[in-house]
């Protein structure tokens, strides 16, 4: 495999994120809430690089809001909606949190689509969205923890019988996905690939499981296509584009996942980035960052095609 060539300010973005989530970590493994609170601060909605946000407060008790974003040179033009969320690991990070800000600004002015970053939208969509959303060409993507949410969210969305409301794509950027066995990319990437490692999954992995759960990485909301795994061959699951990376220590079980979908009769595109790392394309001066955006255009263009 190619070695791993990345500029001096990737390595040390990778280098402050990588001590920001050990510092979370306690002696003990479980996490510090108390630094928790900084991270991932908010960014204003506002008005920048030709797309427009705005947040919608959906329930103050649970502290749940999304952030909409909006290109302002389509306003005239009918667009699909892409509902998009972010990885973190399911505990760090919100959509107005810089990165996240920035890449869906980009999502929305390229592909180009209005973003959404939550799902309630069919019984809301006149009080959320703009006029030019077409929620009957409604994508759903994210990456990391956001992409294994992804694929629940369209597993239960094909059980509802929307009025409105059409899904007609998912686009899973290196879901977070693990299990019991260590594979191959796990073992030899470990310690050496950035961003994870297997003492941060295993502590990320241990915060998710419920409540009273005995600790398996074989629960099948883990290990999505493992021993546990739901039969989706009757599901009714839209095309599907996994992005993967050589430098992932998920790598294994983000193509067993692609390898998963196919078995199952689904249609499944795999993209692979093998001289990238997890979460690469939130790093605007890679070069790659800029070609998953063009990959997802192309994606979301051929499924509109067919419609």
């Given at each position: 495999?190619?070695?791993?060539?990345?500029p001096w300010?990737?390595?040390?973005?990778?280098?402050l994120t990588?001590?920001?989530?050990?510092?979370?970590?306690?002696?003990?493994?479980?996490?510090?809430?108390?630094?928790?609170k900084?991270i991932?601060?908010?960014?204003?909605?506002?008005?920048?690089?030709?797309?427009?946000?705005?947040?919608?407060?959906?329930?103050?008790?649970?502290?749940?809001?999304?952030?909409?974003?909006?290109?302002?040179?389509?306003?005239?033009?009918?667009?699909p909606?892409?509902?998009?969320?972010?990885?973190?690991?399911?505990?760090?990070?919100?959509?107005?949190?810089?990165?996240?800000?920035?890449?869906?600004?980009?999502?929305?002015?390229?592909?180009?689509?209005?973003?959404v970053?939550?799902l309630?939208?069919?019984?809301?969509?006149?009080?959320?969205?703009?006029?030019?959303?077409?929620?009957?060409?409604?994508?759903?993507?994210?990456?990391?923890?956001?992409?294994?949410i992804?694929?629940?969210?369209?597993?239960?969305?094909?059980?509802?019988?929307?009025?409105?409301?059409?899904?007609?794509?998912?686009?899973?950027?290196?879901?977070?996905?693990?299990?019991?066995?260590?594979?191959?990319?796990?073992?030899?990437?470990?310690?050496?690939a950035p961003?994870?490692?297997?003492?941060?999954?295993?502590?990320?992995?241990?915060a998710?499981?419920?409540?009273?759960?005995?600790?398996?990485?074989?629960?099948?909301?883990?290990?999505?296509?493992?021993?546990n795994?739901?039969?989706?061959?009757?599901?009714?699951?839209?095309?599907t584009?996994?992005?993967?990376?050589?430098?992932?220590?998920?790598?294994?079980?983000?193509?067993?996942?692609?390898?998963?979908?196919?078995?199952?009769?689904?249609?499944?595109?795999l993209?692979?980035?093998?001289?990238?790392?997890?979460a690469?394309?939130?790093?605007?001066?890679?070069?790659e960052?800029?070609?998953?955006?063009?990959?997802?255009?192309d994606f979301?263009?051929?499924?509109?095609?067919?419609?």
């Open positions: 495999m190619a070695s791993l060539s990345l300010k990737t390595r040390i973005a990778i280098k990588e001590i920001g989530f050990d510092l979370i970590i306690k002696k003990d493994g479980t996490l510090n809430q108390s630094l928790l900084f991932g601060i908010r960014t204003s909605p506002s008005l920048s690089n030709g797309v427009k946000t705005h947040d919608v407060e959906v329930d103050p008790t649970r502290k749940l809001w999304f952030r909409v974003f909006v290109p302002t040179q389509y306003a005239e033009q009918e667009l909606v892409m509902v998009f969320f972010h990885g973190g690991g399911f505990i760090v990070l919100n959509p107005a949190a810089k990165k996240y800000d920035d890449v869906c600004r980009k999502f929305a002015r390229e592909l180009p689509a209005i973003v970053s939550f309630d939208i069919e019984e809301n969509r006149s009080k959320w969205l703009p006029e030019n959303a077409n929620i009957s060409r409604c994508f759903i993507g994210g990456d990391s923890a956001g992409g294994h992804t694929h629940y969210v369209a597993e239960r969305a094909s059980q509802f019988n929307f009025q409105r409301l059409r899904v007609i794509g998912l686009v899973v950027i290196q879901p977070f996905f693990g299990g019991e066995e260590r594979t191959d990319s796990e073992i030899r990437l470990d310690g050496t961003i994870l490692s297997l003492k941060r999954t295993d502590v990320l992995w241990k998710f499981l419920p409540l009273g759960e005995p600790y398996n990485r074989d629960h099948p909301s883990i290990n999505v296509s493992g021993p795994a739901a039969d989706i061959s009757k599901v009714d699951l839209p095309p584009m996994v992005v993967v990376a050589g430098f992932d220590i998920l790598r294994d079980w983000q193509i067993r996942y692609y390898e998963w979908l196919k078995k199952s009769g689904k249609e499944a595109y993209m692979d980035y093998p001289n990238m790392f997890h690469f394309y939130l790093f605007p001066e890679l070069p960052s800029d070609q998953l955006i063009l990959e997802v255009k979301i263009q051929k499924v509109l095609n067919k419609i």
